[in-house]
């Protein structure tokens, strides 16, 4: 079965210092993985995805297959960063894919 | 901006009564999605439409709840009877043939039942 981990519940970082939220997967087939965020009072929205391998924001995620990791990554947080984020796992094909969410981390960026 | 709309944004309820939710999709969407995500966790599936039909429903509790899309366009999610574990955050997403797997999440319904 599909499961994704995001081993930190909390994470505490300074403004301007480098942040990685940890997300590991384990899924038999070929893995599409997403970041979504939540900002205070906001819906959930999607932040970025591992095929684009865009800079959103100025984070990054890189897909390692080998590790079955998929780490969001920044080099500078800022305090607008602060909000709960979750790794996801699509599975069950392009037509019928659902998500597999990790339990999410609180970033927390102090100023 | 389109957006998923959900109604009521918050809902109390006794134990054993009745309780319905609504969600009206980003217009166009045919996939429709209920997740419902416990405090201090992430969303967990509960059942997945495409138009009218259930493709997926694996997860939930049939023996008090059902879902129906009747119309393929907005959905409506029911507990009957509501029990102190449904306590949680019930989310609806949607997602277009041509969205790159991209869900939208509505902002929620948030259940208390006493």
């Known amino acids: 079965a599909q499961r994704v981990t995001q081993p930190e519940k909390l994470l505490s970082v300074f403004k301007g210092a480098p942040v990685e939220l940890k997300c590991n997967y384990s899924?038999?087939?070929?893995?599409?993985l997403f970041w979504y965020v939540q900002y205070s009072r906001q819906r959930l929205q999607l932040l970025l995805r591992?095929?684009s391998r865009e800079s959103i924001k100025g984070f990054t995620a890189d897909l390692n297959k080998g590790e079955t990791s998929f780490h969001l990554k920044k080099p500078f947080a800022q305090e607008e960063d602060s909000a709960m984020y979750y790794c996801?796992?699509?599975?069950?094909?392009?037509?019928?894919?659902?998500?597999?969410f990790g339990q999410g981390t609180i970033l927390t960026v102090h100023p | 901006e389109a957006e998923v709309a959900q109604s009521p944004r918050y809902k109390i309820t006794e134990k054993s009564q009745a309780v319905a939710f609504w969600c009206d999709p980003i217009s166009g969407h045919a996939t429709l999605y209920w997740y419902r995500q416990i405090l201090g966790q992430g969303p967990e599936l509960l059942v997945q439409f495409q138009d009218e039909s259930v493709v997926d429903d694996s997860q939930l509790p049939k023996d008090r709840f059902s879902a129906e899309r009747l119309k393929g366009v907005d959905s409506t999610l029911k507990i009957q009877p509501a029990e102190l574990g449904d306590s949680a955050m019930y989310l609806c997403a949607s997602r277009s043939r041509s969205s790159k797997n991209i869900q939208y999440f509505g902002a929620g319904t948030r259940l208390s039942v006493l």
């Open positions: 591992h095929i």
């Open positions: 996801a796992l699509m599975w069950g094909g392009t037509s019928y894919g659902k998500l597999t």
């Open positions: 899924y038999s087939g070929s893995p599409e």
